[in-house]
């Protein structure tokens, strides 16, 4: 799996000094998540916008089980250079599994929303037909993680897409690899 050159990048933006809050910030979090987002897009933003990242819009996806989850908060953004997507994400206290930390299904589920994002927003509709996910080291609950999602090849029908669960200092969670298929017959609606 190729890695994507955006996340040292996303790193480095994290821990860069200045920048300002993007005008787009969604409304409905928590002020402490919110809180938590100003510092990471105070210090990241402004390359960010360097890098070329687009804003996402979140108004169309409310029943999605990964981004209208209450315990899940979830900021988009896509790459326009390659269509990578990273979720910011904090996760809440009662998407638990091992005590204190997230359940091993909540990650895989914002693992392939993440990459399904990246997917859907750079081709026709395909679904999930594959997901093997690595877990690397537990998330703790009540903690922001970084997940990006990235397409490595299309063939016909098929695409294989990676994703990566972080810590926003870089230190790996979880990784995934996935298999997409674009339906031949129906193309239900998300
Ligand atoms: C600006 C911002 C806006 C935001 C905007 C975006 C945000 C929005 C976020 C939404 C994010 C949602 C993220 C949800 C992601 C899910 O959760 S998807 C749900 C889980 N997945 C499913 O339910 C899929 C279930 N599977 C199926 O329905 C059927 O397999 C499919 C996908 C319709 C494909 O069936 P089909 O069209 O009949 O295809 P079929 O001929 O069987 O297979 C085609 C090829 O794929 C291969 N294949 C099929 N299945 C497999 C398999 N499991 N393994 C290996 N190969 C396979 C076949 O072998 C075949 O290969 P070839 O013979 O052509 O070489």
Request: contains cysteine; glycine residues 8%.
């Amino acid at each position: 799996m190729q890695k994507p050159s955006f996340q040292p990048y996303y790193v480095k933006a994290l821990s860069s000094e200045q920048a300002q809050l993007p005008t787009w910030f969604p409304s409905g979090h928590s002020e402490e998540f919110q809180l938590i987002l100003r510092k990471l897009f105070e210090r990241g933003f402004r390359l960010m916008r360097k890098l070329n990242i687009q804003k996402g819009n979140l108004s169309n996806i409310s029943k999605n089980f990964v981004l209208s989850n209450p315990q899940i908060h979830v900021v988009m953004l896509r790459r326009a250079l390659d269509g990578s997507v990273i979720y910011l994400a904090r996760v809440g206290s009662q998407v638990q599994g091992p005590s204190g930390f997230m359940h091993g299904g909540a990650t895989a589920a914002l693992l392939d929303d993440c990459v399904s994002s990246a997917v859907l927003l750079s081709g026709p509709f395909a679904m999930t037909v594959q997901l093997n996910v690595q877990y690397r080291k537990p998330v703790p609950l009540n903690s922001v993680v970084v997940v990006e999602g990235y397409i490595d090849q299309t063939n016909g029908r098929k695409t294989i897409a990676g994703g990566k669960m972080y810590h926003p200092d870089g230190a790996l969670y979880a990784e995934a690899t996935l298999l997409f298929v674009k339906p031949r017959l129906v193309e239900p609606k998300m």
